[in-house]
Structure formats: C-alpha cells, structure tokens
C-alpha cells in the first residue's frame, strides 16, 4: 500500500515537475528583452569574425588594389577602402582577433588585481581595508588615459605594454566595487543567522560570503571587456598601440586619422565597430545586472 | 521663513562650525596626503624605466641614434643626478615639487613647469565646458523622459547607453567630418576662440552627458516612486513640477559625487581630444611627450592633473552639503 | 431639497491592465463632521481606493465609477488640471511614515507651504511663514519657528507626522483623507496623533481613515467598510460592524486581534489537523537553574560624531525552562540590542548572560560554537536572514545539527511542523509569502532542537490574520516541546497574549517586570501606565 503511494506520488511528481520546468523555460525565454538577443546575436558574429574570420571577409585584407583607392562606402566594399585600396570591412573582420585578445587579455589583467585587492580589504580586516582603500583612492587621482600613457612612456609600445596599461589603469574602479560587494555581504541577515546557527567563520565565507559578493562578477567582466576594448582603441588612435600593418581595430583608427577630411569611413568604419561590440557587451551585462538586483522577475 | 530665535541658534552655530573647521581641515589633510601618494607612485614608476637614461636623453636632444662617448653620458649623468641613490633622488624630486620645481624637459630643455602653464588654459576651458554642457544635455533629457512610459523615454534611456560607450575621439571625428569639413560651420583645427571650442567640448561632452544620464536617470525613477512625490502632488503639484522641484534634486545627487570621477575621465578625454582638432592643451602635449619619451614633461603632466583631480574632489565634498542639506545639519 | 453628501462614491472601480481588477465595485457616503474607516489587510485594495478619490490611483490605473462626486460637483471625468485645483484645497492627504513622505532635502516649512503657494494663497514670503507657523502650532509642533526651517530627520516621528497634517490641513479643505497615519509610530505617539485627528474632525472636517488596525479604527470611526481583495465585504456603522459582524471575515479579523482577553485561545481557526508528534510535556519549571540568566547588562554604541550612546543600561532578568519571556518597548528602548547580547551576536560592554547557568556571553566565539544550537533566534524581517540562493530545504537542512541522520526525512518534518506542504522545498525565499517566510524561519530555529528561541518582533510585519496563524504556531511548538521563548515586542497586545512575565523597557532601562496580568493591568510604574493607557483598544465587547 505505501510502496504503492510512493511509486504513484513520484510519478505524478515527475511529469508535474517536468511541466513546470516547460513553462518555466518558455516564460524565461519569452521574458528576456528583444534587444538582449539581438545584442547576443551580434557578440555571435564577432565571437566567429575573431574564430574564423575567412567566414564574413569579403576580400582579402591584405590585397592592396591601386586602382581603387579611397572607395567610399559601395555595395562591393560596405565599409569603403583605404588608401591602398585594401577593403576596409574586411580588415575589420581580420582585426577582431587581435583586438579581442587585447580586450580579453586587459581585463583578466584588471580582474586579477581587482579581485586580489578587492579581496583582501574585504575580507582581511581594519588594517588591510584602511591601507587598500588608501592605495585605490590615490590611484583614483589618475586620469585613466594618463596612466596608461605613463605605462608606454616607460616601456615599449608593445601589445603587452598596452595590455598591462589598460588593465592596470580599469583595475581600481573594479577592485573598489567588489570590496563593497564583500563589505555589504558581510554585514547581511543570513551571515548573522548563520552565526547565530554555531557555523565556523570558515563556513561562513564559503558558504555565504564568497558566493554572494562574487554575484556580480560575470557582469563586470563584461561590462569590462567592452571597456577595455574602447580604451585600448583610444590608445591606439593616439599611435602608442600595435604596429599599424596589422589590422588591429585601434591601429586602422590611427592609420585612417591622416585621411579623416577626405575619406571619413576609415576613422568611421572601425569606430563604428567598437561602439557596436561595446554596446552589445553593456547590453547583455546590464540585463544581467537587473537580474542580479532583482528588478527583473522573470516567473 | 526669516524669523528665527537668535538666542538658541548662536551656542547650536557655534559648537557646528568648531565641528565643520575640523571636518574641513581633515578634508584638506587628506588631500594633501593622497598628493603626496600619487608624486611617489609617479616617481616608483619612472624610476623602474629600463635602459640607460643618459644615452636616450643625449639621442633625444641630437636626433639621432649614435652611442654617445662615455664622457657624455659622464656628464649628462651628473647633470640629472642618476648616479645618485633613488633615496636621494627621491627626496630631490618630492623638494623639487614643494618649491614648484616640475624638472626640466628632455627635449625642449625648459622648465616643465614653464611648458604646462602655457598649456593648461585650453585644456581647463575644454573640460570646463564639456562638463557644463554633459550636465546641461543630461539633465533636460532626464527631465523630460525619465520614469515615463512610451516609445520616446525607452529611445532616449537606449540613445544614453549607446552615447556612453562611444569613445570620444570617434564622436570628434564624425562632428568634424560633418559639421566642420562638409558644412564648414566650425574650423576644422587650431583656434583657440569660441568657435573652435565647439566642437571638441561637444565631442567629449558627449558621451559623458550618455554615462552622467544612465545614473541619474536610474535614480531619477527610482525617486519617482517615494512616498513624498505622492505626497506633494496630493498637495495639487503637477507631474512637470514635481519633477523639477522634489525628484530632480534627489536624482543629481548620485552625479555629483561621480563628478570627481568625470574630471579625470574629461582629461583622458582631453588627450584624445586636443590630439583630433589639433588644439594646443596639455592631453596634446602629453600623448607628444609621451612619443618622444620625455620623461620630466610626462611625470610633470601627469602629477598635476592628479592635484587637479584631487582639488576638484575637495570642491566637491566641501561643496556637497549645499545640495545636500542633512550633511550640514548631521 | 436636501443637500447633496459631502463625498458620494457608487461602484467605484479599479483596474490595472485587463483582468487585473484590485478594486470591484465600492460606493459610500462622508458627511461633514464624520468618520468612515476603511479597513483591510495587505492587497485589500484600501489605498488604491483612497487614492482613485484624488485622482492619483497611479500609473497606468483604469478608474471608472457610476458616481464620483464632492460637493455634489461630479469628479469622474475630470481633467488634471481640474484634479490639481481639487487636491489640497478641497481633499487632503495624508501619507503613512512622514520621514519618507516629506521631502528629505527640504526644510519643513517649506513642504507645508508649497499647498499655499500652488493654490495662489499666502502670495508674500512673510505672509507664508507666518501661516506655517500658525499651522505647526495648530497641530501641536513645539517651537514651531524653529522646526519650519529645520530637515524631516531633525524632527521626532510624531512631529514629522504632525507636520504631514499640518502640510495637507494648510488650505483648510473639507476633506481629510489619512491613509494609515499611525502605522509607523510608537503607541503613545500614535494616541497622540489620533488625538489630534479627532480634534480636527471635531471642528468639522469630514475624515476618511485607512487603517489594518482594528483597534485604532474602532476608536475612531462612525462608520466602517471592510475590505478583502478589492471587495467590500462589510459596511455599516462601526458600533454594528464591531458588536454584531455579520461577515464570517470580519469575525474572524476581530478574533485574530491578540490582546489579555485571547491569552490561551487560538487566534485563528484551525485549518489543516496539525500532526500529532511525540509531545514532550514541560509545565515551567521554576525550581532549578534559570535557563537563561542576564545579570546587568550594558551596552554602548559609537553615534558617527564620536560621542557614545548608552542603548542598555544595566538589565537584568531570567528565563525559566518552558517559560515565556516578553520584553516590551518602544523603537529606541534598546530592546533588540537585548536580544542581540542574549544571542551572542553583540557583547555586553558590561553584566553577562548566563545560559543554563554556564557563562555564555563571557566564552570566546570558538568555545561557544558548539553550545549555539541550544538557543536559536526568529527575526522580523526573515527574508534578509537567507541567503538569497538557497532553497527553503537547504535552509533547514543547513541549521541541522552534524550528527543528524535522515537529513530529509527531518526537513520534511520540520516542514510539516509550521504547516508548510514538500512542495515549498525547492522554493526560494523571494518566492515566498510574509506568512510562510516567517514559517520557514520558525522551522530553521527549532530545527537544532534549541531549549530557548529569542523572537525579535516576530509578527510586527505581517497582517492580522497570518500574525495570528503565527502566534498560534507559536504556542503550539511551546506545548509540544516545551521551548522557552524570549519575546520581543512593541505591540502590548501580543505581549499579553503569549506571555508568562513580562520585563518594560524604556531608553534602556528596564523599568517594571513581573507577571504579565499584575504588570499590564495594574502597572505601578509612571512609563508602563502611560505606554498602557496608549494602546487602542477595541471599543466594542464582540458579543458571544
């Protein structure tokens, strides 16, 4: 007789879950904004343009054509050509890579140091929070861009200089949010419960602290890589980035600036490309951020 | 609401303005020492530079590539003191900074303070006006389309997010292409009049005005919803008088704290700026400096716009209570 | 020809989207010189209602009624400019918790002026101050000259919301609409203000008061509506609709008010047979130990300025084995502070707190680990004491002790024990109820067995009849297994209802304790008489 019960009650169970989980999927999937879609669809087509950039390309980057030279924007070259004739859209396409791994690399940089510091002065007591805080107020006082310069001043302007320069100088103002996070999580009811129930500080942090002050995290990397691409891609235009054969985003920027009154598509073009990656990764990091926050409820 | 009973406010004002000394003399102290922090960061990062400095300030000054004499690199050594110990030449440099006394430029062999004096109008009246113009652009905006519903409130709220992460060099660019080489209206460089401030004050204002509205507007709906909105237009206020008398001045205070932030986010900027309309200011001649590798000029550049920053955070604080009564009263 | 009613109200309704309809049909009458009292709990549709009479029943909300009309003049299709020449001048409002109902950033004065200024009166500077002055004094503000030019947070909460009046009585409208005015004060500040409206509508202003407080509308009001989920389920005049209730609701709203009369009665009807586990019977046992001591107890906090603030001051009191403990006070008498040093969580700056007669408080954190479960704690506001991740079943499962075997066998006893179904296992606790959010935490803290629970205003948040699904609850686990509660309230109703002793509190003293009867009914202290003679209380005896 229970057995019997039990064996009914966890069917029932079962198929009863498994329309809940239906729905569930179909309200979160229809709940999601158009625009955070679109955003992601756009991510998908740099995401191939860095992986497989033979895929979009439409001409070969490299090909230099002295017969049509300065295009503006057509049908067979949508982002014009340059002034060797080279199809702009397809540099582009071929610079996504490199500029990608810039954007990637500058911000695990920034997150590394963010994290450590932003760590520590949450988690490591009066001493060390006072003394970071301190630390990170003073580079605060640093123009970004200015920091940076000072970087390629000092070394060479290498890809790894500009890397270093964009991570260190995004750093601070990542590392003073997650200490707040930390700060804040800290003082929360649960973590007061869970003192309350005998858990061990060890216990508590794992189980509480860590999980919840690293929330945001996801969206700040993202919002980060599209940072850092842009303030990379400013560099770059000021000539202090890669070497300009390569179609790296920033150095078409600095190549194209000789040109700008007469042919505006090779500064426009590039720009235009980074505004759009950007702006898809804030996107996607905001509705992530409204999520977290819980102003966005999708059951 | 002029009368008030003298009597009781004197002891009260007095023992609040022994406390607001105080509170403002901290606030200097603090400023001071966060100046100080950022000279001796500047001065740890130069001194890590490789190579061999002489050699590069002999090259820089000749123009050319050659290996000087040992004799030169001798005197040039002396000269700036390298061969001294970085304790010594640390206590120079932060003595140096006290009188005034920024070094002497690599390259033009003039005093960096002298070069940054006659630099730096153009660059405080581009961010001057830039940030003027962001609030202004911010504000009308938010004013009119934040916490409504409809197709205008969610294009603009889209049109902020879009402006505040376009970089400003390529804004620059595209108003120069339009309204400078095809319309003709603006000069294209140079010019220090009002005419050539236009366009470079718009193109960092700009995307500022874009990250300046995301947050007010946030808070400028969050604030739509407090009970005290309700409240006054319980009292027979109008929805536009609500908004500018009650909500706005809630929803400015998140802003002005990021003003600070703003100012240095402006001369980065600035640099990029001064470099697309071929404007002098010190962003241009620090990215010229920067190429060259005059060191002097870039640490010079960079440490007064750190005491900048650092003023201007201090106008802020001080100044924060005027929009937010209760830090007066707490 | 008789004239028309002051405000006529027939088949008002109110409806946000298409089906969303949250206010279904209400029609009453005000007169001048009356009282109507619209009572409800939470989502009863109440405010919504309030507010649909001024106007501003809020974005996107469809309002259509039969009859709409003040002064006889028709309201239902009135344009907003219209609206604005009306609100103020004819209706006032007033909002529940003046501190976030001024404005922040402003002076005082100022918000009670802007009604003079919108509606063209008072047009001189002088002539202005002069009439908030004149106000503030009309309401009982001290020092009015001064508190007009100061901020909301300068002032108490009972002169905010005394300037909250005075703000919306500045054009002397005929109208007073006051949609839970008291709600956020302490009992003698709300005696105070209730004072204050009844003088105002003595002097012959039409008053409609919002209330979830029975007590406070039967005090009140000449006439009564009831409210549930946007229908009027009772109306008529209060002396009826508090004697005789004629709706099974209204009843059972009038038993579910806990108070010295419903001390060992259920406060709500039984729904569900609760299981019948192995009762461990424990009549308080007062010969032994205490189970709890606290032995002088101080506390001092750091204010921002520097200068110290004394919350406790010295309380002592002990806690016997199946015993209720209430301490009771008002915001400010350092009555948490109590329950934080009892639980550990604060440490006493002097005195200590003795658990079954061992130190307790005195113990190093890492000594006292392992004795924690033997004591657990009930917040007011549970939803920030879980970790917004977690499930409701590794909530529980997480405040089992180590060595506990069947780990979910026991959650879904636990589960069982606050009537909450298995299928709230896999709820979080964003997608909970108030009601069952507080079933939860109940569940959590009797989950390691404890001998005492310290409850910190348990049921101050909830409604009527879900505060007295929990009280019940309460009372039930404490038979069953002889816990011994700690708790900590403002509400004196409560306090009477559930306990043994009861232990006031004022600005950190404790002032009087003893048996609940001897301390409430014949309180010897000056505070505890007036705290006492504060409370509103049902004006009319429920015939059997």
Sequence with gaps: ?299 | MSVVTAGVASTADRAGGRRRVRWVASRLLGAITVFWATATFTFCVQALMPGNRAEMIINLASGTFSQPSAAQIAAVNAKYGFNDPLIVQYSHYISGLVSGDFGESYQAHRPVIDIIAEQIWPTIQLTLSALVLAWVMAIVLTLATAGRQGRVSSFVGALQVAIAVSPPYWIGTILLVIFAVKLGLFPVEGNNGLPGLVLPSLALAIPLSGFIGRIIREEFARVLEQPFVMSSRMRGMGDFGVRLRHVLRHAVLPGVTLSGWALGALFSGAAVIETVFARPGIGGLLVSATSVRDIPLVTGIIVVSAGMYIVANLIVDLAYPIIDPRLKAA | MINPPLLAVDNLRVSFGRGNEVVKGVSFTVEAGRCLAIVGESGSGKSVTARSLVGLAGQGALVQADRLSFEGRDLTALPDREWRRVRGRHIGFVLQDALVSLDQLRPVGREIAEGLQLHGEARSRTERTEHVVRLLERVGVPEPTVKARQLPHELSGGQRQRALIAASLALDPKLLIADEPTTALDVTVQARILDLLAETQARGKALILISHNLAVVSRMADEVIVMRRGEVVECGAADQVFREPRHEYTRRLLNAVPSMHSRGTRLAPASAPRPSLPVQPAAPSYAENPLLQANGLVKRFRRPDGSLHTAVRGVSFSLNTGETLGIVGESGSGKSTVARMVMALETPDEGEVLLNGAPWTALPERQRRKWRRGISIVYQDPLSSFDPRWTVERVIEDSLPKDEAHRRARVTELLELVSLSNAFRIRRPLELSGGQRQRVAIARAIASRPKVIVCDEPVSALDVSIQAQILDLLGDLKHQFGISYLFISHDLGVIHHLSDRVLVMSQGEAVESGDVDDILLRPQCRYTQDLVAAVPRLRFALAA
């Design chain 1, 1 to 299: 007789m229970s057995s019997t019960s039990t064996i009914t009650g966890t069917r029932l169970g079962f198929s009863g879950d498994f329309r809940r989980r239906l729905t569930y999927v179909v309200t979160f999937v229809t709940s999601i904004p158009v625009s955070v879609y679109v955003a992601a669809f756009i991510l998908g087509g740099f995401v191939l343009a860095a992986l497989a950039p033979g895929v979009l390309r439409t001409h070969d980057p490299f090909r230099t054509d002295l017969f049509s030279t300065l295009q503006a924007p057509s049908l067979s070259h949508i982002f014009g050509t340059d002034q060797s004739g080279r199809d702009v859209f397809s540099r582009v396409v071929q610079g996504t890579a490199q500029s990608m791994a810039i954007g990637v690399g500058a911000t695990t940089l920034s997150m590394s140091i963010a994290l450590t510091l932003g760590i520590a002065a949450g988690l490591g007591g009066r001493m060390a929070d006072s003394l970071i805080s301190r630390f990170l107020e003073v580079m605060f006082a640093f123009p970004n861009l200015f920091l940076a310069l000072l970087f390629v001043t000092i070394f060479d302007a290498t890809t790894a200089t500009l890397i270093v320069a964009v991570g260190v100088g995004t750093a601070p103002g990542y590392a003073r949010m997650i200490r707040g996070q930390f700060l804040a999580v800290r003082r929360a009811g649960y973590v007061e419960a869970a003192t309350a129930l005998g858990h061990s500080w060890q216990r508590i942090v794992r189980q509480h602290i860590f999980p919840n002050a690293m929330r945001p995290l996801v969206v700040m990397i993202t919002l980060g890589l599209g940072q850092s691409i842009v303030w990379a891609s400013g560099l770059a235009f000021l000539g202090l980035g890669v070497a300009p054969p390569s179609p790296e985003w920033g150095a078409l920027l600095d190549a194209g600036r000789d040109y700008v009154v007469n042919a505006w598509w090779l500064e426009v073009m590039p720009g235009f490309a980074i505004i759009v990656f950007a702006l898809s990764v804030t996107v996607i990091g905001q509705h992530l951020q409204d999520r977290l926050e819980g102003r966005f409820h999708p059951v």
